[in-house]
């Protein structure tokens, strides 16, 4: 069996709920995205969304000069393959985006639940079949916005809450506080700054949110930070989470295990080159006693394939959703299974389970490949 065609489709959509504050950089409003399809020369069909920050047609194009070319007639089933050879095409001038293997690997994924006629997880090796969820935050107006989101979540049902907070100390405190204030004990909560902090504020808000009782704190210096991050969790009783923009997947993410720069790691199937690297990520840190937080891959496409790698993993706690759920809900028939109780449930029909919604997908397409 051979990749005997692959179709990039290059979108565009606009979604008017979503305001321009919700993330702290601005330009929230519009998603751009890529649809990829892959087609065996026995018919079958591997799909996947692929992200693509703030420019869909210069994500397409590197998708088609340098992702097309490199797995156009090769088989599709020897994943392990072209991964191990796509670092070295990589390195020799093409430097792709982070972003930009993991579709391809997820279309593999695809097929090869097809031909098996798995779902993805069981393909991966069943660990459990329904993941507890936690709701991710956009940048709110402010404390009490955060507090009637957090309690809403709970009363959901649902498992834990993190907070993105706007990024400025004082106020980011009066946030956490109100959180915890609304919820009250026992709820998990989290704090993701997005590296907003210093080495010292880190230091100081750590301490305030171990008396709050958060869960961890995620990404208070860039990932790159190893030695700011290592002195922190050294330092603190609350766990330092992170490790999820860092390029290298697993092979730099050992460092981070393996000199203590954080207490729990990050992978997503969209940022950390798809399926292959997230499975390898999770069974490195399986065996350093770490748990392996899989990271929101922001589109439910996406997260669908993520909530497959969860069922397959014994060292990851929770499924991340951005929340509302309706800004991301997009690109798929089938919406995500998640039950009165706060768990998420994989699909059961042969591979991802990305039922994709080809009227919305082809009025988002302004280009293909």
Same mark, same amino acid.
């Given at each position: 069996?051979?990749?005997?065609?692959?179709?990039?489709?290059?979108?565009?959509?606009?979604?008017?709920?979503?305001?321009?504050?919700?993330?702290?950089?601005?330009?929230?409003?519009?998603?751009? $995205? =890529?649809? !990829?399809?892959?087609?065996t020369?026995?018919?079958?069909?591997?799909?996947?969304?692929?992200?693509?920050?703030?420019?869909?047609?210069?994500?397409?194009?590197i998708?088609?000069?340098?992702?097309?070319?490199?797995?156009?007639?090769?088989?599709?089933?020897?994943?392990?393959?072209?991964?191990q050879?796509?670092?070295?095409? +990589?390195? /020799? @001038?093409?430097?792709?985006?982070?972003?930009?293997? &993991?579709?391809?690997?997820?279309?593999? @994924?695809?097929?090869?639940?097809?031909?098996?006629?798995?779902?993805?997880?069981?393909?991966?090796?069943?660990y459990?079949?329904?993941?507890?969820?936690?709701?991710?935050?956009? !940048?709110?107006?402010?404390?009490?916005?955060?507090?009637?989101?957090? %309690?809403? !979540?709970?009363?959901?049902? @649902?498992?834990?809450?993190?907070?993105?907070?706007?990024?400025?100390?004082?106020?980011?405190?009066?946030?956490?506080?109100?959180?915890?204030?609304?919820?009250?004990?026992?709820?998990?909560?989290?704090?993701?700054?997005?590296?907003?902090?210093?080495?010292?504020? #880190?230091?100081?808000? &750590?301490?305030?949110?171990?008396?709050?009782?958060?869960? @961890?704190?995620?990404?208070?210096?860039?990932?790159?930070?190893?030695?700011? %991050?290592?002195?922190?969790a050294?330092?603190?009783?609350?766990?330092?989470?992170?490790?999820?923009?860092?390029?290298?997947?697993?092979?730099?993410?050992?460092?981070?295990?393996?000199?203590?720069?954080?207490?729990?790691?990050?992978?997503?199937?969209?940022?950390?080159?798809g399926?292959?690297?997230?499975?390898?990520?999770?069974?490195? #840190?399986e065996? $350093?006693?770490?748990?392996?937080?899989?990271?929101?891959?922001?589109?439910?496409?996406?997260? !669908?394939?993520? =909530?497959?790698?969860?069922? #397959?993993?014994?060292?990851?706690?929770?499924?991340?959703?951005?929340?509302? =759920?309706e800004?991301?809900? $997009?690109?798929?028939?089938?919406?995500?299974?998640?039950?009165?109780?706060?768990?998420?449930?994989?699909?059961?029909?042969?591979? #991802?389970?990305?039922?994709?919604? /080809? +009227?919305?997908?082809?009025?988002?397409?302004?280009?293909?490949?």
């Amino acid at each position: 069996m051979k990749i005997s065609d692959i179709r990039i489709r290059v979108c565009h959509a606009q979604h008017s709920a979503m305001t321009d504050s919700e993330m702290r950089a601005g330009g929230a409003s519009s998603f751009d $995205f =890529l649809v !990829v399809t892959m087609t065996t020369d026995e018919g079958v069909q591997g799909h996947s969304i692929g992200f693509a920050g703030r420019g869909a047609r210069m994500a397409g194009e590197i998708a088609r000069q340098a992702m097309k070319p490199f797995f156009l007639g090769k088989d599709p089933l020897a994943r392990e393959r072209h991964y191990q050879e796509f670092r070295t095409y +990589d390195r /020799w @001038w093409n430097h792709v985006p982070i972003y930009s293997y &993991g579709p391809f690997d997820i279309c593999l @994924w695809d097929i090869a639940g097809k031909v098996a006629g798995l779902p993805l997880y069981r393909l991966l090796g069943e660990y459990r079949k329904k993941v507890p969820v936690y709701a991710s935050s956009f !940048v709110l107006e402010g404390p009490e916005a955060y507090a009637r989101q957090a %309690l809403a !979540v709970k009363e959901r049902g @649902w498992h834990a809450y993190k907070v993105h907070p706007p990024g400025d100390f004082d106020l980011d405190l009066e946030i956490y506080r109100a959180c915890r204030e609304a919820v009250g004990p026992g709820f998990k909560l989290m704090a993701d700054p997005v590296c907003a902090y210093n080495h010292q504020q #880190a230091l100081r808000m &750590g301490r305030r949110l171990e008396k709050l009782d958060y869960y @961890w704190l995620e990404e208070p210096l860039y990932d790159t930070d190893f030695g700011g %991050l290592r002195k922190l969790a050294a330092a603190l009783d609350i766990p330092i989470c992170g490790t999820e923009v860092l390029a290298g997947n697993h092979y730099a993410i050992a460092e981070c295990i393996a000199t203590g720069v954080v207490d729990i790691v990050r992978s997503d199937v969209s940022w950390k080159h798809g399926v292959t690297a997230v499975m390898k990520t999770a069974h490195l #840190a399986e065996s $350093f006693g770490m748990n392996c937080e899989v990271h929101t891959a922001i589109y439910h496409p996406l997260e !669908v394939v993520n =909530l497959h790698c969860c069922c #397959a993993m014994s060292n990851c706690e929770f499924f991340e959703l951005l929340y509302p =759920l309706e800004y991301m809900n $997009f690109g798929m028939r089938t919406p995500l299974h998640i039950d009165a109780e706060g768990y998420a449930h994989a699909p059961e029909t042969p591979g #991802a389970g990305f039922d994709p919604d /080809w +009227d919305f997908i082809e009025n988002a397409t302004v280009e293909v490949f």
